[in-house]
C-alpha cells in the first residue's frame, strides 16, 4: 500500500495543493513562490527519499509568513494521512547533521502529541528576502498539523543559511527513520495501543 496524500487548502492568502508520499525516491517538484523555501523543501525531500509536489500560490507581495505556514500546515496534514494507523512504523527517529560549520540534531516522535522544541540561534534575520523567524513557524506548523513531537536543538553554526539546511536535512533524515516499517513492530507501537 502506498503511503500517499493529496492536500489542497484554499484561503484569501494562499492556495495550496500538496502531494506527499512517503516512500519515494527524494523527488521533488516546488513551485512555492519563496525560494529559500522551495530550496529547503528540495533538499528536505532528498535527504528524507520522499516524493514531493507543491504548488503554492500566496500573497508574498506582502511577506513570505502566510505562504510559508501554509505550507507546513499542508506538509504536517499530508505526513499525518499518508501514515494511515501508524501500524508497524518505528516511531521514532534521530539525526545529526553537519553543514560546514553548522550541527544540527533532529529527534522526532510520531506520537499524536504534537510539541515542538525549537533551540537554534539564527543570526541572521534574514535569508537573501527570507525572514529566518519563519523557520519556526514553519517547524510549529508542521509539527501541530502532523500531530508529532519534534525537538531541533542546534549545537553551534555562525552561517545562517548552514544552520538552516543543517535543520531541514536533519529533520527528513529522522522523519524517514520514524515513518519507516520494522518488521520486528506488531501493531502500533505503544503500550496504550493507539497512537
Not at 163 to 191: H, N, Q, Y
Amino acid at each position: 500500500m502506498k503511503r500517499q496524500s493529496f492536500i489542497e487548502r484554499n484561503t484569501g492568502e494562499t492556495k495550496i495543493k500538496l502531494d506527499f508520499t512517503v516512500d519515494g525516491e527524494g523527488n521533488a517538484n516546488l513551485k512555492t513562490g519563496v525560494p529559500f523555501l522551495t530550496h529547503m523543501l528540495d533538499l528536505f525531500t532528498k535527504h528524507g527519499h520522499f516524493n514531493l509536489m507543491v504548488d503554492a500560490v500566496g500573497d508574498i507581495e506582502v511577506d513570505d509568513h502566510h505562504t510559508t505556514e501554509d505550507i507546513g500546515i499542508c506538509l504536517g496534514h499530508a505526513l499525518k494521512e499518508a501514515l494511515g494507523d501508524k501500524k508497524g512504523i518505528k516511531r521514532y527517529g534521530s539525526a545529526f547533521v553537519p553543514m560546514d560549520e553548522a550541527l544540527a540534531h533532529v529527534v522526532v516522535d510520531l506520537s499524536n502529541r504534537p510539541h515542538l522544541e525549537f533551540r537554534a540561534e539564527l543570526p541572521s534575520e534574514k535569508v537573501g528576502t527570507f525572514d529566518t523567524e519563519l523557520i519556526h513557524e514553519f517547524l510549529w506548523k508542521l509539527a501541530l498539523e502532523a500531530r508529532m513531537n519534534l525537538h531541533v536543538v542546534v549545537h553551534y553554526g555562525q552561517n545562517t543559511h548552514h544552520i538552516i539546511e543543517a535543520i531541514f536535512k536533519a529533520l527528513a533524515r529522522a522523519l524517514d527513520e520514524a515513518a519507516s516499517i520494522d518488521s520486528r513492530v506488531k501493531g502500533i507501537p505503544s503500550t496504550k495501543g493507539m497512537l
